[in-house]
């Protein structure tokens, strides 16, 4: 069973650092392209970031560009997203997120288009 498991959340202060990780396990993980995206409460989950397969191209919602950073290491199964620069708005639930389907344009921020979903890690950013 193709599984994605998260960790790293907590409590961070504002313009501190949080990296988290996002386990794959079950299946083949350069199958898949991942994503990260948040669910801030009373909010609608959004989009943050994206990393292909090979990790040759990465993608970034507008407000993360220069203080996050995707990346992954196939040989590892695991995602990364090293977070800067923290900001109390950043406060949300992350989950990561496995894209294997066929590529529609602009997938990496479309929540249908992917297939696989970790339960998420809870970050916290106090000013």
């Known amino acids: 069973q193709v599984q994605l498991v998260e960790s790293g959340g907590g409590l961070a202060q504002a313009g501190g650092s949080l990296r988290l990780s996002c386990a794959f396990s079950?299946?083949?993980?350069?199958?898949?392209?991942m994503g990260w995206f948040r669910q801030a409460p009373g909010k609608e989950r959004e989009f943050v970031a994206a990393?292909?397969?090979?990790?040759?191209?990465?993608y970034y919602a507008d407000s993360m560009k220069g203080r996050f950073t995707i990346s992954r290491d196939n040989a590892e199964n695991t995602v990364y997203l090293q977070m800067n620069s923290l900001k109390p708005e950043d406060t949300a639930v992350y989950s990561c997120?496995?894209?294997?389907?066929?590529?529609?344009?602009?997938?990496?921020?479309?929540?249908?288009?992917?297939?696989?979903w970790g339960q998420g890690t809870q970050v916290t950013v106090s000013s």
């Open positions: 079950g299946g083949t993980f350069s199958n898949y392209d």
């Open positions: 990393i292909s397969w090979s990790g040759g191209r990465t």
């Open positions: 997120a496995g894209h294997s389907a066929p590529y529609a344009t602009n997938w990496w921020i479309k929540q249908n288009a992917y297939d696989l």
